[in-house]
């Protein structure tokens, strides 16, 4: 049963507008969030993250919502940029839920493409 | 090093044979993850290590795997009897305290 879920496997933007990345999750212990970008060949490095006492978390061209009643999570980047092409993975954290210490549930990812 | 190392960073076996994946985590870093991607798949899971000790091993899918870590530094995992749907990437990340996890970048598996 998958804890989190990114029901867009890609997604296709003009360069220069924005970008909305969906994440929804059912575990209602999850208390931190966490986006990660992946290019081909390499590991997912860390973007940006929100803890469940926040709704909004910004940084630069990033802002991550947080949706707790829904249980939805939303990643935005504006403007978009070529090198903003990747994988990107949601990912959730809390206790007892799995996944080691720092316990990461990930969803599948979403292929973010960027065109000129 | 200045990142998290991961060695071979492609490895093609024959079914049935065992493998070997190394990682070598940042430095200082006491927390270390394994997690496999599987073709259109998220981050699975297979197991934590705190220091030298493996307090979740949860996420291992058979007995065929196993992984452990030396020093408190660098990290094994060994497929035993490898099986074609242990084809995957295999990524290795590692954390200090509550820090983001930091990833290699991974080893690609190919069981032919």
């Known amino acids: 049963d998958q804890q989190v879920k990114q029901n867009s496997p890609s997604l296709s933007v003009q360069e220069g507008r924005i970008s909305i990345l969906n994440c929804d999750y059912t575990n209602s212990m999850f208390d931190y969030f966490l986006w990660y970008k992946k290019y081909p060949a390499e590991g997912p490095t860390f973007l940006i993250s929100i803890s469940s006492i926040k709704d909004k978390n910004e940084d630069g061209r990033f802002t991550v919502f947080l949706n707790k009643s829904a249980k939805h999570l939303s990643l935005h980047i504006v403007p978009s940029q070529p090198g903003d092409s990747a994988v990107y993975f949601c990912a959730a954290r809390g206790p007892y839920s799995g996944g080691g210490a720092d316990g990461l549930t990930f969803g599948k990812g979403t292929h973010l493409i960027i065109q000129p | 090093g200045a990142g998290v190392s991961q060695s071979p960073s492609n490895k093609v076996t024959e079914k049935g044979k065992d493998v070997e994946l190394r990682c070598d985590p940042i430095s200082g870093h006491t927390a270390l993850y394994w997690y496999r991607q599987s073709l259109g798949q998220g981050l699975e899971f297979l197991i934590y290590?705190?220091?030298?000790?493996?307090?979740?091993k949860s996420g291992l899918p058979s007995d065929r795997f196993s992984a452990e870590r030396t020093g408190g530094s660098v990290s094994t995992l060994t497929i035993q009897r490898t099986q074609q749907e242990d084809s995957a990437v295999y990524l290795c990340?590692?954390?200090?305290?509550?820090?983001?996890?930091?990833f290699g970048n991974g080893t690609r598996l190919t069981v032919t």
């Open positions: 290590f705190q220091g030298n000790s493996a307090p979740d």
């Open positions: 990340a590692s954390s200090q305290g509550a820090s983001p996890l930091h």
